[in-house]
């Protein structure tokens, strides 16, 4: 992880708020993310269906069709979503459905790249006001975890850490936790060294028996008031 530049950045996007904190344009997420290493599916913006199309052209087939001012909760293409689209025709014609319904709600879009078949987890990190930096993880996706239902650990993660915590979680048994426990990790290191960093959103990341592949990111950012009290440093 590139501590300096993490911390750098995530302290820009905070004083460009004036110290108000903010969510963080998908664009600045991901670019805050990959200096901790976390890379999210291959995606491109689009104004028009022809920029989409060129967009999937590049990134290759099969992708899902994203509207930019869709819900959180999208998942249909009346709400904004289009998913396993395979071939151009497929494209031109969720897009053509889509802007009928949503309207200027498809002034921009994201195509985005379809990654292998998964489970679908989610995995959330930020400061707890009392116990630091922490990290959660449980189910993703529309069948997703309630918060009293995530399983909780401190961070950063170490390697055997990130494993009892997929271990302890709602996915013991449905995940392998390989590339899992690095992805946990890279987050963990993430809200640990910039605390300006207050949120950590990814939901849905697609985790196969090799890969993970992260679909959906929400990042915060927000002024960080150290806890006078002593830090709980046992969870």
Request: aromatic share 2%; no cysteine; glycine share 8%.
């Amino acid at each position: 992880m590139d501590v300096e530049a993490a911390r750098a950045q995530g302290q820009a996007y905070l004083a460009a708020t004036e110290g108000a904190g903010a969510t963080l344009s998908l664009d600045d997420a991901l670019a805050l993310l990959a200096h901790a290493g976390v890379r999210a599916a291959e995606q491109r913006w689009a104004s028009s269906l022809d920029e989409a199309l060129d967009a999937a052209a590049g990134i290759g087939y099969p992708v899902a069709l994203k509207a930019a001012g869709r819900p959180k909760v999208a998942r249909t293409e009346a709400t904004g979503l289009a998913l396993d689209l395979v071939a151009p025709e497929d494209l031109a014609a969720s897009f053509r459905r889509m802007a009928a319904v949503l309207g200027s709600g498809m002034d921009r879009v994201l195509v985005q790249a379809m990654r292998p078949v998964g489970a679908d987890v989610q995995l959330v990190a930020g400061t707890h006001p009392r116990l630091g930096p922490v990290v959660a993880l449980g189910r993703g996706g529309s069948s997703g975890s309630p918060p009293d239902e995530l399983a909780l650990r401190l961070a950063p993660l170490s390697p055997v850490d990130a494993a009892r915590l997929v271990s302890s979680s709602v996915l013991q048994g449905t995940v392998a936790p390989g590339a899992l426990t690095e992805l946990l990790q890279r987050v963990s290191m993430l809200v640990a060294e910039v605390p300006e960093v207050a949120e950590v959103r990814l939901d849905p990341v697609l985790v196969s028996d090799t890969t993970v592949s992260v679909t959906d990111v929400l990042v915060r950012v927000a002024p960080w008031v150290p806890d006078p009290r002593p830090p709980v440093r046992r969870l």
